[in-house]
């Protein structure tokens, strides 16, 4: 197994209490911390996408899989993870995670084991989060921003299993750039019916029946309990 890493930055004591960059990025500590500070931070996120963007642009066609860090193995969508990963490798694919565990893992799991590349993008947190044993390029970043950045440019999709708020948090980043034309063809596929299906009667009972969206945004979803199904709607539609 191969693994290429950069990052993070040896995490910071202030105050006796672990910071992260995230962090320490949006403190507010006046404006002659911003001087001696922010200006030379703004150069540490410049160099962290020019490392992203080295590590992933030769990757070639791929899908992102998310879902929840906690899912423990033997959960029935930690198999279907799995499953995509290993399907996703055959259909040509690279599959790229967060590089947890849970769901993150079962997707890599899938793609190593089929001989594909197994992409995780970790990210800093205040707890210590190891890459999984399933990756074949691994890319620590910073920064939560840069981090979807290069979730988004370098998928030709994303298949979301059950997860919490950070799964919501990438789920809405890629229908808000859907939604406002910032991307094209960028199929999102939701796997596990009734874990959707609440969100999406939410969606047009509240939001699309107000006016807030329009009916036809909820309708690029796509839903399945299939992993097959899966991986051939993330093909069908790019």
């Not at 001087?35 to 990757?59: K, M, N, P, T």
């Not at 063809?185 to 969100?199: E, K, N, Q």
């Amino acid at each position: 197994m191969t693994k290429r890493a950069f990052g993070p930055e040896i995490r910071a004591h202030v105050h006796g209490k672990v910071t992260t960059a995230d962090q320490r990025l949006l403190e507010n500590l006046g404006e002659e911390h911003w001087v001696h500070y922010d200006a030379w931070r703004a150069l540490r996120i410049q160099s962290e996408f020019v490392e992203g963007f080295g590590a992933l642009a030769q990757l070639g066609p791929a899908a992102a899989v998310f879902g929840s860090a906690r899912t423990p193995v033997g959960d029935p969508f930690y198999q279907a993870a799995e499953e995509i990963g290993k399907l996703l490798v055959e259909s040509g694919k690279a599959v790229i995670t967060g590089g947890g565990p849970g769901i993150m893992e079962a997707a890599n799991k899938g793609a190593f084991e089929a001989g594909g590349h197994s992409v995780g993008l970790g990210i800093e947190l205040p707890h210590e989060q190891e890459l999984n044993r399933y990756i074949t390029l691994g890319v620590n970043f910073r920064y939560f921003f840069v981090r979807k950045m290069m979730f988004v440019k370098y998928s030709q999709g994303f298949i979301v299993l059950p997860g919490g708020f950070g799964t919501m948090d990438e789920f809405f980043e890629a229908i808000t750039l859907v939604q406002t034309h910032k991307i094209d063809a960028f199929p999102v596929v939701l796997y596990g019916t009734d874990y959707w299906t609440g969100l999406l009667d939410w969606l047009r009972g509240q939001q699309a029946s107000r006016g807030y969206i329009d009916p036809g945004d909820v309708d690029t979803l796509l839903l399945t309990d299939d992993p097959k199904q899966a991986v051939q709607l993330l093909e069908r539609l790019q």
